[in-house]
């Protein structure tokens, strides 16, 4: 498997995003991080699998939280470019690219 390299600005939502849902409700901050953890893992076994769009990045919806994650399959590594939350503005992550 490729490694992961997630972009600093895609780290910093993971981390707000884990403390806003801890201030939700204890404990499910860490869900949503184990569960983006998981569909990082997910991306890693079959980088593939969803459709690269027209700008080149591909999008991992995640299924208990209302985020997509947007990467780029390189040669050598896999680069997370954001973790998006569906009610945000669309494409605002696209200047990462």
């Known amino acids: ?56 990045a591909r999008r991992f919806i995640m299924d208990r939280f209302p985020f997509v994650i947007h990467y780029i399959d390189l040669p050598d590594t896999i680069w997370i470019v954001a973790f998006a939350h569906t009610s945000r503005k669309p494409g605002y992550w696209l200047r990462r690219l």
């Open 1 to 56: 498997m490729k490694p992961v390299t997630i972009d600093i600005a895609a780290e910093a939502e993971l981390v707000e995003s884990v403390a806003f849902y801890e201030t939700r409700r204890r404990g499910l901050g860490l869900e949503f991080e184990s569960a983006a953890r998981g569909a990082i893992k997910k991306i890693q076994a079959a980088p593939l699998l969803h459709p690269a769009q027209q700008n080149g």
